[in-house]
């Protein structure tokens, strides 16, 4: 099975380690584009993001990567992945940079962790959320074949998503506050953590997207 | 349980070759950074930090491809640090396949740096490392001083509340290294990281001093560092990340064990 997997580049971010980590699964071919033909004739795309949200939403518009990327999910149906502000911009809206309109794709908010967060026994925790932390996988799911449940991520952020409908939510984390690590919708699927980073498991969970119809 | 201590191996890169230097001073050639990055990552490292401790303008090409090699190879985190001068070196270091850049001298010679840097990538990639050494002059109570260009120029700059301006500026992470233990195998300088650990609300990984697992366990217990990094304990095979990993777990503490 051939699987193209074209990388939405809006100009934000380390590109080419998801690229590597894909190719270093199997993908047969990795774009790194924003041309929209490009992005609508692969077989599975993948929506990544760095940096601060109204940048992002900024070059997103500017390159006008949200009409290939509302083609790719509404019309081919292709298998999308979003990964780490990538998936914050799929929400309605972010609080980061005194509040920023998202892509309103999934129905949900972003919110910053806040400063006096505390864990169990009352230790500080700091922010950003950087390390490797146990995603709990809520609901099965095709891309958690062969990855146990509690498996680490690697995350690094300061602001989590919460959707507005909870079925949508497959993985959570708990750092001070409960905020959704994955959740799916149809043939959309989208996690806060790095998987293209997390080492043997990162890599099984992006096989997994290479083998996923979205469905 | 809850977010991992990280183990952090350290390359120490001259010209292409991995070394370790005792107190900065004193070669001894580890390998193929590419290679070495490799086995750490199978040893089960939680990210690599690659410091280009030479950082002359000619080397920077090899450190470029240094690092992209690094990156098609390694799938965890990598920082890169070592000469990282304008925003225009972030970027070529990112671009390369970094996942962070860490800023020591350029941040005191321009502490606004920090804060573009924070703004156009993200505080997520912008990691502040300082090196400091415990100071006295006559009659004074000693601080901590900040050093710069790898131990041999003194800022005068005092390190606690320097790290808390780097914090507020965007920084999204400290390296700190104690000048007074680097390379000694003493262990980490406990009361200099619990002090910088417990100044900010970001991230501190402790480095300079590590000789024994012990060393590891005291940086995260006692000198409340989120994660700790080393050299030559690793690099000469005294101990695999994994024995470290497992003995910081038998002390207690949450490690990231991949199976």
């Known amino acids: ?215 | 349980m809850g977010l991992a201590k990280r183990i952090i191996p350290c390359l120490d890169v001259d010209n292409g070759r991995v070394v370790k230097g005792v107190n900065f001073i004193g070669i001894r050639d580890a390998g193929d950074p590419v290679e070495v990055a490799k086995k750490y990552n199978s040893q089960g490292a939680d990210e690599i930090t690659f410091l280009d401790i030479t950082a002359s303008h000619e080397c920077r090409d090899t450190t470029v491809e240094v690092v992209e090699k690094i990156s098609e190879n390694v799938f965890i985190p990598l920082t890169v640090g070592g000469g990282i001068r304008s925003l225009n070196d972030i970027q070529t270091m990112l671009n390369a396949g970094a996942d962070k850049v860490s800023i020591n001298t350029a941040a005191i010679q321009n502490p606004h740096l920090v804060e573009e840097a924070a703004n156009k990538f993200g505080s997520q990639c912008i990691v502040v490392a300082v090196d400091a050494k415990l100071v006295s002059g006559k009659g004074e109570t000693a601080y901590y001083e900040i050093f710069t260009h790898g131990g041999r120029h003194a800022t005068g700059i005092e390190a606690v509340d320097w790290v808390a301006k780097m914090a507020r500026f965007g920084a999204g992470e400290i390296l700190l290294t104690s000048m007074d233990r680097d390379g000694t195998k003493d262990g980490f300088e406990l009361n200099l990281t619990k002090k910088i650990s417990e100044a900010v609300n970001i991230p501190v990984i402790a480095s300079g001093g590590v000789g024994t697992l012990d060393h590891l366990v005291e940086g995260i217990k006692l000198g409340k560092a989120d994660a700790v990094l080393a050299a030559s304990i690793f690099h000469y095979g005294e101990y695999t990340i994994q024995q470290a990993k497992t003995y910081l777990f038998s002390c207690g503490i949450e490690v990231a064990l991949f199976a």
């Open chain 1, 1 to 215: 099975m051939t699987s193209v997997v074209a990388v939405i580049d809006y100009g934000m971010g380390n590109l080419h380690s998801v690229a590597s980590a894909l190719r270093h699964v199997g993908a047969s071919e990795v774009f790194v584009t924003n041309d929209k033909d490009q992005i609508c004739s692969a077989d599975r795309i993948v929506f990544p993001g760095v940096g601060a949200i109204r940048d992002c939403m900024g070059e997103i518009k500017r390159l006008e990567c949200d009409d290939p990327l509302n083609e790719v999910i509404f019309n081919l149906r292709l298998p999308v992945l979003a990964i780490c502000v990538g998936m914050q911009a799929l929400m309605t809206r972010s609080e980061e940079n005194e509040g920023v309109d998202c892509l309103n794709i999934i129905e949900g908010k972003v919110k910053r962790f806040p400063d006096d967060l505390k864990g169990l026994g009352s230790d500080i925790l700091k922010v950003p959320h950087m390390g490797w932390n146990e995603v709990i996988q809520t609901v099965p799911h095709p891309l958690w074949d062969g990855i146990p449940d509690r498996t680490r991520f690697y995350f690094v952020h300061s602001y989590w998503v919460r959707t507005q409908d909870r079925l949508q939510v497959v993985g959570g984390v708990d750092y001070g506050v409960k905020f959704d690590a994955a959740i799916a919708k149809d043939n959309l699927f989208a996690v806060q953590f790095h998987p293209e980073k997390s080492h043997e498991m990162g890599l099984r969970f992006l096989k997994n997207f290479l083998a996923w119809e979205g469905t």
